[in-house]
């Protein structure tokens, strides 16, 4: 919404220009969003749209928004009329004065949901009025929002086919001319104040994108306004801060756009508009009603009197909506650092969030004083339903899907150990859990994650797809955070797709060699690494080496140099006694691996090599087949019940399919 110095005026004096104020301040009863029993909820039939449609709504809890956009209260802008708008040159005019076709329809929205199953096709756009007659006089912001529509409506990333925009002087009916007298309808009054009730909703609407203008446009300066004028910044604003802190309640970062952020002159595609406009974007950890409200009184209301008990009792209605149903909170990439997540931990420790089941904390830079502050709440009882909890079986994957959150840069047990850039794994095998990037090595936090329940993986990601490539130097350098010691939980590592070679290889080699240095490693992933002979021989000196990585129970090595010394190697060292205990899943795909090779790791599989590469007697929906290699289908093939198969890059070898298929292994 955006933020004149006032939405409500006081009873006993008529201010002269702003189109967005009210005579007599909203009572609680007038701001209260209309509620509706599901049942009167309109049926697909209803709005001409297909089930399908209306059930992705729906599940994004769209219908929370129903009421409020059905009545007419508040009307969405569609953002390709506010983009031609804007290149025509127009300027936005008050609502009553905005042509039908400006607006969307609730079918409209319904329909553009289908197509984006991640959000809901509905921005909400926070911005400081320039004039107190006029939110933007001039078309500046008009220019900047329609720029960043149209890398909404074009990108592949959230295919938005169209977008509804919250703008509030178009949404919600005006004064068309105050100064002359012409003022809203009684009905446009009760409208305005049922839309003014729900704006909470709106904001902070886990689901909904807010747009955040924070800077002001090029060529506005506070000395040339009008006397009168709130001049004051976003962040000083009280409508803006409300907006802003409305947004900062459950949102997933990428939700929340700050575009004071945007660079002038550069050529922005969705996914660097993204990057650019959540970098430290102003977002904060969720204040409580109470904090709120007395931040509240620090900030530039014109009409404070009235404004600032309807803004606090909006916010405290926000907060208990949001917190009180919310399951997921994905904090990541915030830079949120120990103050953060003690204000968090106050949030959570205060009875909010009693459904929250996962917590997201990834890349921030919260220390031990952070972690010890978030195990001080779940110690006393904070978010009960964040707790280990029985999954039914066919809910359960049988490999790792990774859910992957960008992680910079990790600190290991609070010593500040910087490592080269990373992924955090995500993994969802029982159903909760609780990940904490950066520090998960909290003495504290540990203790009560483990008396809890509560799941806390260190696993590690590193996948070129959107970064440099990884090579031997930064392979070495993460070896040597591991070798320390530093990550003694760490249960996951990925390297796949970079450039590592044989001595990023030779490196981790001598990392996991060493005892007591990655005692809970059990996937390690080198695919795509440029890993020769040399690379292998030193990986299975490592593993052979009796208590290295004793919990290694899947090795993808596909798709690299290896050849016959390097996989006789491995052989070796795979039949040594007491090596590779649990290994359930040798990749070896993709590689120069000839007869030679073929043959010692039948040699070594025929003597009882690696116990754990056999059939077992479970249900393959469960888990996975022992296997040799790497297929993307392996894990499809498992949820379907239907044998994994996979190869060592020679199919054609008598005595490996020979052995493998004495002990239940599958060779393509």
């Known amino acids: 919404m955006g933020c004149f110095s006032s939405r409500v005026e006081t009873p006993t004096e008529e201010l002269p220009g702003p189109p967005a104020v009210?005579?007599?301040?909203?009572?609680?009863?007038?701001?209260?969003?209309?509620?509706?029993?599901?049942?009167?909820?309109?049926?697909?039939?209803?709005?001409?749209?297909?089930?399908?449609?209306?059930?992705?709504?729906?599940?994004?809890?769209?219908?929370?928004?129903?009421?409020?956009?059905?009545?007419?209260?508040?009307?969405?802008?569609?953002?390709?009329?506010?983009?031609?708008?804007?290149?025509?040159?127009?300027?936005?005019?008050?609502?009553?004065?905005?042509?039908?076709?400006?607006?969307?329809?609730?079918?409209?929205?319904?329909?553009?949901?289908?197509?984006?199953?991640?959000?809901?096709?509905?921005?909400?756009?926070?911005?400081?009025?320039?004039?107190?007659?006029?939110?933007?006089?001039?078309?500046?912001?008009?220019?900047?929002?329609?720029?960043?529509?149209?890398?909404?409506?074009?990108?592949?990333?959230?295919?938005?086919?169209?977008?509804?925009?919250?703008?509030?002087?178009?949404?919600?009916?005006?004064?068309?001319?105050?100064?002359?007298?012409?003022?809203?309808?009684?009905?446009?009054?009760?409208?305005?104040?049922?839309?003014?009730?729900?704006?909470?909703?709106?904001?902070?609407?886990?689901?909904?994108?807010?747009?955040?203008?924070?800077?002001?446009?090029?060529?506005?300066?506070?000395?040339?306004?009008?006397?009168?004028?709130?001049?004051?910044?976003?962040?000083?604003?009280?409508?803006?801060?409300?907006?802003?802190?409305?947004?900062?309640?459950?949102?997933?970062?990428?939700?929340?756009?700050?575009?004071?952020?945007?660079?002038?002159?550069?050529?922005?595609?969705?996914?660097?508009?993204?990057?650019?406009?959540?970098?430290?974007?102003?977002?904060?950890?969720?204040?409580?009603?109470?904090?709120?409200?007395?931040?509240?009184?620090?900030?530039?209301?014109?009409?404070?009197?009235?404004?600032?008990?309807?803004?606090?009792?909006?916010?405290?209605?926000?907060?208990?909506?949001?917190?009180?149903?919310?399951?997921?909170?994905?904090?990541?990439?915030?830079?949120?650092?120990?103050?953060?997540?003690?204000?968090?931990?106050?949030?959570?420790?205060?009875?909010?969030?009693?459904?929250?089941?996962?917590?997201?904390?990834?890349?921030?830079?919260?220390?031990?004083?952070?972690?010890?502050?978030?195990?001080?709440?779940?110690?006393?009882?904070?978010?009960?339903?964040?707790?280990?909890?029985?999954?039914?079986?066919?809910?359960?994957?049988?490999?790792?899907?990774?859910?992957?959150?960008?992680?910079?840069?990790?600190?290991?047990?609070?010593?500040?150990?910087?490592?080269p850039p990373v992924y955090y794994q995500k993994t969802t095998e029982n159903g909760t859990y609780c990940y904490v990037g950066g520090t998960p090595e909290c003495e504290a936090l540990v203790a009560v994650c483990e008396e809890r329940g509560i799941e806390l993986p260190m696993d590690l990601y590193y996948s070129s797809a959107s970064r440099s490539k990884l090579g031997g130097a930064e392979a070495a350098q993460l070896a040597g955070v591991i070798a320390s010691g530093a990550a003694p939980r760490l249960e996951a590592l990925s390297l796949f797709h970079n450039q590592i070679g044989n001595t990023g290889c030779m490196a981790l080699a001598a990392a996991l060699a060493k005892e007591g240095a990655a005692p809970r490693l059990k996937q390690l992933d080198l695919r795509s690494n440029k890993i020769g002979d040399e690379g292998c021989d030193a990986l299975a000196a490592a593993l052979g080496k009796e208590g290295a990585a004793p919990r290694l129970d899947q090795l993808s090595l596909g798709d690299n140099e290896i050849g016959d010394e390097g996989c006789k190697a491995l052989a070796a060292a795979l039949g040594k006694e007491g090596a590779a205990p649990r290994l359930e899943y040798l990749g070896l795909r993709e590689n120069k691996i000839g007869d030679e090779g073929c043959d010692a790791l039948a040699a070594a599989l025929k003597e009882g090599a690696a116990p754990s590469l056999k059939a077992r007697d479970a249900t393959l929906a469960t888990r996975p087949s022992p296997t040799l290699g790497y297929t993307r289908q392996a894990a499809v093939a498992a949820r379907e019940g239907t044998t994994i198969v996979c190869d060592v890059g020679n199919e054609k070898q008598p005595e490996l399919m020979a052995v493998c298929e004495e002990r239940g292994i599958k060779l393509l």
């Open 22 to 419: 009210e005579r007599d301040a909203p009572t609680p009863a007038d701001t209260a969003a209309p509620t509706q029993p599901d049942a009167t909820l309109p049926s697909a039939t209803d709005l001409g749209v297909d089930k399908r449609q209306l059930l992705m709504w729906r599940r994004n809890n769209g219908d929370s928004l129903e009421p409020v956009l059905a009545s007419g209260a508040v009307a969405l802008l569609d953002a390709q009329w506010i983009i031609s708008h804007a290149e025509a040159g127009g300027v936005l005019t008050h609502r009553q004065a905005l042509p039908k076709e400006a607006f969307l329809s609730l079918a409209d929205l319904v329909e553009a949901c289908f197509s984006c199953n991640s959000a809901l096709p509905v921005a909400a756009l926070s911005y400081p009025w320039l004039t107190k007659d006029h939110p933007d006089p001039c078309g500046a912001n008009l220019s900047r929002v329609a720029r960043v529509l149209k890398l909404f409506l074009g990108n592949r990333q959230i295919p938005l086919s169209r977008l509804g925009v919250f703008w509030d002087f178009g949404s919600l009916h005006q004064h068309p001319d105050p100064v002359n007298g012409v003022m809203r309808t009684e009905e446009q009054n009760a409208l305005f104040k049922q839309g003014l009730g729900c704006l909470g909703t709106l904001y902070s609407h886990p689901h909904t994108f807010v747009l955040r203008l924070t800077s002001f446009p090029d060529g506005h300066k506070a000395e040339d306004q009008a006397e009168g004028t709130n001049v004051a910044k976003y962040f000083d604003r009280g409508w803006c801060a409300t907006e802003n802190a409305w947004a900062s309640l459950t949102k997933r970062r990428e939700l929340s756009l700050d575009l004071g952020l945007m660079r002038d002159g550069k050529e922005y595609d969705f996914l660097s508009l993204m990057y650019d406009c959540i970098q430290h974007g102003g977002r904060r950890p969720p204040l409580l009603p109470s904090q709120f409200a007395a931040e509240l009184e620090t900030k530039s209301f014109t009409n404070g009197k009235d404004d600032k008990p309807l803004v606090k009792r909006l916010y405290e209605a926000a907060f208990e909506e949001q917190f009180g149903k919310v399951t997921e909170l994905h904090y990541a990439e915030l830079g949120w650092g120990d103050a953060g997540a003690a204000q968090l931990a106050e949030v959570l420790a205060s009875g909010a969030a009693p459904r929250l089941e996962t917590l997201n904390l990834l890349y921030n830079e919260i220390g031990d004083e952070g972690c010890q502050a978030l195990a001080a709440a779940l110690k006393g009882g904070a978010a009960p339903s964040l707790k280990a909890r029985e999954t039914h079986p066919q809910y359960k994957s049988p490999w790792r899907q990774p859910s992957l959150t960008p992680l910079t840069h990790a600190y290991c047990r609070g010593s500040r150990e910087q490592v």
